[in-house]
């Protein structure tokens, strides 16, 4: 008996001691214990992700979604440049300030938001759940997704669980998290009502790039309002399905209709951005319909399912692999597809050289193909740099700046001059190889296509503020003929 006796005082004994050296490290780094205590608690939710109560999915998901306040210059403001009524009306010749939402990914500070929540911003400021602020840098963004990627500098934050978004199904509950009308940390409850949504938002006749974007929202009936963008949409587990993007209203307040960017698709462009510093897109090159009752009578279809092949592109990816004019397909993978949207969401979600098993339906039977998706250059590799050629900026060579050097340098964007002929109009005046511009006329650019844009838009005079070579601030100026 007292050998089980002094067992047992040894076991206490051990025990006091591991719960006094665990409360010293918590004293000493409490923000450590936060990450641990919240990763668990994500653990407890899965097992009971079946329970209708989100008093605990609210609790652990609402730390991870922070609240952005923008401030805007006048010179960067458009008049209708925010087709969600985010910003509210503008005030010329003054800075004007925004807010919406983001959502934590990473416990050392990456941030997702929407692309429209933080564009043509000269600051961005992240309110955490806490109270606390900081100033967030700009990783990158993708208005053909309208998503952007922030970086705070703080460790050992919670942070959101992402899910994956394929497996969301129609009718089940979802909760909507984010800071409408400025009043942080709001949640709200509802069903997804549908997937595949493709509201043409994002397609901009000035934008020409705006061809390749991609619309799949999750619809659903949580309310949402101007200023929920960038928020969190989380299942009954709480894992992050999507980011809340639109609403579908007449009045710019909640109808009953809102709408998110899939969260598996959010995570493509992330690692892009992160990776390369700007999305890789992977096409088949195909003219594709939506099947109705009409188009299925047209073309003897025996089903109204899949997606309709109209064209197949000429040295494309889908006629290099034996797809053809009229083909139905019906599965990207292992997804069944049923409309365009979902089709683009599905092959959105891979690079350029990725193989991709597409199953078609020709003449009433199933045929698979594998197919070496191609960039928007016709070729395979991945996109890093982009040659400019036009009348004004002579065989010009950029490419986006990556990661560390921007950290390096204390920018949040830029593009290199890689190489500019010496008859280029940069060369001409000066403009060395190496420069990295930050901005054109006082606008921030991000990829080359910015800078090509704002070189073919110019008019008379150009500014370009950047960073030297030699690591010194450059300014140059000139001026282009129409």
């Keep these: 008996m007292k050998k089980y006796l002094g067992l047992l005082g040894v076991a206490i004994a051990g025990g006091l001691i591991a719960i006094g050296i665990s409360n010293f490290f918590n004293k000493q780094n409490p923000s450590v214990l936060y990450a641990e205590q919240h990763a668990a608690r994500y653990a407890s939710l899965t097992e009971g992700a079946t329970k209708p109560d989100f008093v605990e999915v609210a609790d652990v998901v609402t730390p991870t979604v922070v609240h952005i306040i923008t401030t805007i210059e006048a010179s960067q403001q458009q008049q209708g ?52 602020e900081f100033d967030a840098e700009l990783l990158g963004k993708d208005p053909n997704t309208d998503l952007a990627l922030l970086r705070i500098d703080e460790k050992n934050l919670p942070f959101a669980m992402i899910g994956n978004s394929d497996e969301v199904k129609v009718g089940q509950w979802v909760l909507a998290v984010g800071n409408p009308f400025n009043l942080t940390s709001t949640v709200t409850a509802g069903i997804v009502s549908a997937k595949g949504r493709n509201l043409n938002l994002l397609r901009d006749p000035n934008r020409p790039e705006s061809q390749y974007s991609i619309e799949s929202f999750i619809q659903t009936d949580a309310a949402v309002n101007p200023g929920n963008s960038g928020g969190a949409l989380v299942a009954s587990d709480g894992k992050l399905v999507g980011i809340n993007t639109a609403i579908a209203s007449q009045t710019g307040q909640y109808a009953g209709y809102a709408f998110a960017v899939p969260s598996n698709l959010m995570k493509k462009v992330i690692d892009d951005l992160l990776k390369y510093g700007e999305v890789q897109r992977g096409f088949l090159g195909v003219s594709i319909q939506d099947i109705n009752a009409q188009l299925a009578d047209k073309e003897g279809l025996r089903e ?101 050097e921007r950290l390096q340098l204390k920018i949040s964007n830029g593009v290199k001059l890689k190489k500019a002929d010496e008859k280029s109009i940069l060369r001409k005046h000066g403009v060395p190889n190496g420069f990295i511009i ?33 690591g010194s601030k450059g300014y140059y100026g000139f001026g282009i003929d129409k």
């Design 81 to 132: 440049a925010d087709p969600f009524g985010f910003f509210g009306f503008p005030m010329p010749n003054m800075p004007r300030s925004g807010s919406g939402s983001g959502v934590i990914i990473s416990n050392d500070g990456y941030i997702v938001t929407n692309n429209h929540v933080i564009d043509g911003a000269t600051k961005i400021k992240v309110v955490l759940n806490d109270k606390r």
């Design 304 to 404: 109204v399912k899949g997606v309709f092949v109209a064209k197949v592109n000429p040295n494309s990816a889908a006629e290099d692999a034996g797809i053809k004019d009229k083909d139905v397909i019906v599965k990207i993978g292992e997804v069944s597809v049923n409309s365009s949207s979902e089709l683009q969401e599905q092959v959105g979600k891979r690079n350029p050289g990725d193989v991709l098993k597409v199953t078609v339906l020709r003449d009433g039977k199933e045929k698979e193909f594998n197919v070496t998706l191609k960039n928007k250059e016709g070729k395979t590799g991945i996109v890093r740099s982009e040659k400019i050629e036009n009348d004004r900026v002579l065989n010009s060579e950029f490419e986006t700046v990556s990661r560390e």
């Design 438 to 470: 930050v901005s054109i006329d006082k606008k921030p650019v991000y990829t080359p296509s910015d800078v090509k844009r704002a070189l073919t838009d110019a008019k008379g005079g150009v500014l370009l503020e950047g960073i030297n070579p030699d």
